[in-house]
């Protein structure tokens, strides 16, 4: 008896909890322009903020209510994703120039004269703080990788032997994440075109 009161006192509750429920969520609903969905779908995910937004969906949203695509180009889609992304907002795409990181030091390990040995944590941004590094240069990298961790795409490698960073240029979207990642400023985004190819 005392166990069927239950029920129904517990069932009771459930069912009224789930019309408030309801009835807030209509009350709440906001309503999203579909477009932004679309074009969600388009966008790689990563929300790496390479486009100047937060993230994948303000850039998208920023696209359903653009009145013009000047200034809105995603650095993780190619010129034909960026027609399609166009074409859902009817307007016309702007042709953007692609950019690509680059590290702004070749000096391996034989051009370094190393001075002492770090045996402390793997990371540059600590190395960085505590001295000036393993060799005399105070300007070159530091050969710990920060960069490498931060990309999300996968598109840069340390070369054990040279202990420096390598990008991928197939790989990088241009996001930018690893020029905010390391401490000496060696990264650095740059416009890749047929005219200024980088070897």
Known sequence: ????????????????????LFIAAKKFYVYEDPKIGEIE?????ANCGGCGFSGCHAFAVECASASTMDGLNCTGVDAEGMKKIADIVGLTPVAAQRKVAIIRCSAS???RDPRN???????????ASLYQGES??????LGCG????ACP????????????????????TGCGKCVEACPRNL???TPLSAERPIV
């Open 117 to 127: 040995h770090y045996d402390g944590v793997r990371s540059c941004a600590i190395e």
């Open 146 to 149: 920060d960069c490498v961790k």
């Open 1 to 20: 008896m005392i166990i069927g009161i239950s029920i129904i006192v517990l069932g009771a509750i459930g069912i009224i909890a789930a019309i408030l």
């Open 187 to 189: 990264c650095e985004l």
């Open 109 to 111: 390990c034989e051009n």
């Open 136 to 141: 005399d240069c105070i300007y070159g990298c």
């Open 41 to 45: 779908e388009l966008l790689p995910g």
């Open 153 to 172: 795409f996968g598109a840069m490698q340390l070369n054990e032997g040279e202990q420096l960073p390598h990008v991928d240029l197939d790989k990088c």
